[in-house]
């Protein structure tokens, strides 16, 4: 799509989505816009200057019974090249045609709740609600798209379950399952069978146990993609013991596209993780995170990795202040870096945001370099509006410099029918 038909389709789906504050009323109609313009040098040391706009609205009735959602993206190069591109990432509505009974809901979406997996989908479903809202049954059909390529063809056919489950108990017991089926409209590409099952629950004993599993299989491979079990634990209201042990293996869905854990791993990936936290104060949150992994690196070689993490949280009043360093180390290389990031509060109507992320690696190829970035953003609030224009300077060993101007406006208005 040309830039000026993106600016022209801008126009118009504002223009469809006011409408609803006379024509409805009773709701809340949220606007963002976010434009990001950068100045910047490529990988060929070539001059770049792309645009990007990113619009998002949605409306939501007081009583919760409808849900309109829109949210696409452009981009344009005036300078670099003649390259453009336009994605609707979301078109949707959710109605219940019975109050806490029967839910209908269809467009283009991406919804975690009712597919296995993160995915772009054109899509009808409807879900029903049993025991005051504790049990959710439903289904979807619908044809899957592949936005993230530039790619509006249907790529499969997707048609799936889902249910969801807690009891009554004031520390209720929740579960959830999904199954679905997708046929590829990619020649010689075989149908596959996914299916996901969840649980978490807490123990009214000593330190409170939060124990949960979620996990992801692949009936068609006979293998289980992701398995994770957890638990938590508070010993005092203040202090919170994280524990994690996850397995991970998933395989290319098409010839160009990879998962993005197999930069890391050849095969299945796992990850044990430690993680504990506390609460100085109301205001004043610390935590340490430790992870182990076991990786494939070649057929039949396998490697180790390790990571830490460290972060602070401060908020006393007028101010957000977070600080985070890392540290990760595997066959690869090693990575060292951290990040502060300071919000600031000025008057009733302004606000500052500053952060800073410096991050040093040294990879086996003997490569050895730095990585900035730094941005600063002012705000200012009206009554329906909030006005954010701010910019970044990054750098690293792909981008000599690259400065970005963002520009960022949201709109709410609550509608109260006369």
């Keep these: 799509m040309q830039s000026r038909e993106a600016f022209i389709f801008t126009f118009l789906l504002i223009s469809c989505f006011l409408p609803w504050e006379v024509a409805l009323g009773q709701g809340l109609l949220t606007m963002e816009s976010e434009s990001l313009f950068s100045l910047r040098n490529n990988f060929d040391q070539e001059l770049e200057s792309p645009f990007y706009e990113f619009f998002g609205a949605n409306y939501k009735s007081n009583d919760q019974t409808l849900n309109l959602n829109s949210n696409f993206g452009f981009f344009v190069d005036p300078v670099g090249t003649s390259d453009n591109d336009f994605d609707l990432f979301q078109f949707n509505f959710q109605y219940d045609a019975i109050k806490d009974r029967i839910t209908v809901s269809g467009g283009r979406t991406s919804d975690p709740v009712r597919t296995v997996g993160w995915t772009t989908l054109d899509m009808v479903s409807l879900d029903m609600h049993f025991l005051e809202q504790r049990l959710t049954v439903g289904g979807f059909a619908g044809k899957e ?33 999904k199954f679905q089926h997708k046929e590829f409209n990619i020649q010689d590409k075989r149908a596959e069978n996914l299916g996901s099952f969840g649980a978490n629950k807490t123990f009214e004993t000593s330190w409170s146990p939060e124990v949960l599993l979620a996990s992801r299989y692949n009936f068609s491979a006979r293998e289980a993609q992701k398995v994770e079990a957890g638990l938590d634990l508070y010993p005092t209201i203040k202090f919170i013991n994280r524990w994690r042990i996850m397995t ?38 610390s935590s340490l995170t430790l992870a182990y992994d076991d990786y494939l690196l070649q057929e039949t070689r396998r490697a180790e990795g390790y990571r830490g993490e460290f972060s602070l949280s401060y908020r006393p009043e007028l101010y957000k202040i977070n600080n985070k360093y890392y540290y990760f180390k595997s066959y690869g290389g090693y990575v060292l870096g951290g990040e502060i990031a300071l919000t600031r509060q000025i008057f009733d109507t302004n606000e500052v945001f500053v952060s800073e992320d410096i991050t040093y690696y ?17 705000g200012h609030f009206w009554k329906n509006l909030k006005l954010q224009i701010g910019g970044e300077f990054n750098s690293n060993n792909s981008l000599t410099y690259d400065l970005r101007m963002l520009t960022k406006l949201t709109y709410f208005s609550q509608m109260e029918r006369n």
């Design 248 to 285: 991970y293996k998933t395989t290319a869905d098409y010839g160009i596209e990879d998962p993005i854990f197999s930069i890391i791993s050849r095969g299945r990936l796992n990850e044990v993780m430690g993680q504990v936290e506390n609460h100085w104060t109301p205001r004043f949150i």
């Design 145 to 177: 798209r592949l936005l993230d390529i530039g790619n509006f063809k249907n790529q499969a056919d997707l048609v799936g379950a889902h249910m969801n489950y807690r009891t009554q108990a004031i520390n209720p017991l929740h579960l959830s399952g």
């Design 362 to 378: 040294d990879k086996i190829t003997s490569a050895k370099s730095m990585a900035y970035n730094t941005a600063l953003m002012f």
